[in-house]
C-alpha cells in the first residue's frame, strides 16, 4: 500500500475562487484528512490562480504563491496572512503579477520572484510577508513563462539559488537561460558572477524557446529538465569553480508500436534514480 508523510493538492475551481487543500497524515492514502482553504479574488481578475507552494519544515507553515497576492497559512491551513503582490492597484481586475519562484531558506528567509518589476527577487519575513530587500537585477522571466529553482550547494561551500529561466525573442532583458546565485544577506543577494554563475545568456538565444519545467539536485549535480522541439535534461556539477561543467541528453521514449513521444510531461526522483 502506497504511504506519505504529507500530500499537498493545488486546484482553481473557478475563475474568480481560488482553493487549495492539503491532505497531513501517515499510513494508507485512505486514511488522510482533507483541509482546505479558499480565497475569492476580490477584483475578479480571469488569471487569479495559484503558482506555487512550499512548507517550512521547522513550524508547518504553508506559503502560497498566487496571482497578484501571497499567503501564509498555518499548519491546520488556517489563513494567518495574505498580502498583494500588485504595484498598480488602478488595473487590478486585469494586470497580474505572477509569482515564479517561492522558495525558503531558512538562514535568510522567504524568497519570491514575480513577473512584475523585470523580474526581480524579494527577500520576505517569515511571519509578515514585508519585504526585507530586493534584488538589482533581475532573475526571472516575465508573464506566464516559466522560471525554476532550488537551493543547492556550490563553489567554495557555499549555498546557491539554481535557477532555469524560460524567454523568447519578445523578452528584451539581460537574463541568463540557467544562473546560480548567491544566498548572501545585503547589497550582493542572489547576485551572478558573469564568469563563474551563468549558462547561455541572452547571446546564445537566437529563435530558440526553451522551456524549463523543472530543476532538482541529485548526487553533486543540478539537473534541469526543458524542452523545445524535444526534451532534454541538462546538468551543471555544483562543487565547480563555474559552470563550464554544463553537459544535456535528450530524452525519447519508445512505445511497443514503435512510436517515440519526445515529450517530457513529468519527472520523479527516488532515492537511486530518475524515473
Known amino acids: 500500500m502506497a504511504t506519505l508523510s504529507r500530500i499537498v493538492e493545488l486546484c482553481l475551481l473557478l475563475p474568480s475562487l481560488c482553493h487549495i487543500a492539503v491532505a497531513v497524515s501517515q499510513g494508507d492514502l485512505a486514511n488522510y484528512k482533507i483541509a482546505s482553504f479558499s ?151 542572489l547576485a551572478a558572477s558573469s564568469e563563474y554563475d551563468i549558462v547561455f545568456g541572452r547571446r546564445y538565444l537566437a529563435d530558440t524557446i526553451i522551456n524549463y519545467i523543472k530543476v532538482f539536485s541529485f548526487r553533486g549535480f543540478t539537473y534541469f529538465v526543458s524542452f523545445h522541439l524535444a526534451s532534454k535534461l541538462s546538468r551543471v556539477c555544483q562543487d565547480g569553480a563555474n559552470l563550464d561543467s554544463y553537459t544535456e541528453i535528450t530524452l525519447q521514449c519508445s512505445g511497443s508500436d514503435g512510436s517515440v513521444t519526445a515529450w517530457c510531461k513529468q519527472l520523479t526522483l527516488d532515492q537511486q534514480d530518475l524515473i
Open 39 to 189: 480565497y475569492e479574488d476580490p477584483h475578479s481578475n480571469p488569471n487569479a490562480k495559484f503558482n506555487h507552494f512550499t512548507i517550512d519544515q521547522e513550524s508547518g507553515d504553508v506559503y502560497v504563491g498566487a496571482v497578484n497576492r501571497l499567503f501564509r497559512l498555518n499548519s491546520s491551513f488556517d489563513h494567518e496572512k495574505n498580502i498583494t503582490t500588485y504595484n498598480n492597484t488602478d488595473r487590478p481586475d486585469r494586470d497580474s503579477n505572477y509569482n515564479k519562484i517561492l522558495i525558503i531558506y531558512p538562514p535568510l528567509g522567504l524568497i519570491t520572484c514575480d513577473s512584475e518589476n523585470n523580474g526581480q527577487c524579494q527577500l520576505r519575513n517569515l511571519i509578515d510577508l514585508s519585504v526585507i530587500m530586493s534584488t538589482v537585477y533581475p532573475v526571472t522571466s516575465i508573464a506566464e513563462k516559466a522560471s525554476v529553482a532550488t537551493i543547492g550547494p556550490g563553489r567554495n561551500q557555499k549555498d546557491y539559488l539554481y535557477v532555469g529561466a524560460t524567454f523568447d525573442q519578445s523578452d528584451r532583458r539581460n537574463i541568463p537561460l540557467i544562473s546560480r546565485r548567491r544566498l548572501k544577506y545585503g547589497s550582493g543577494f
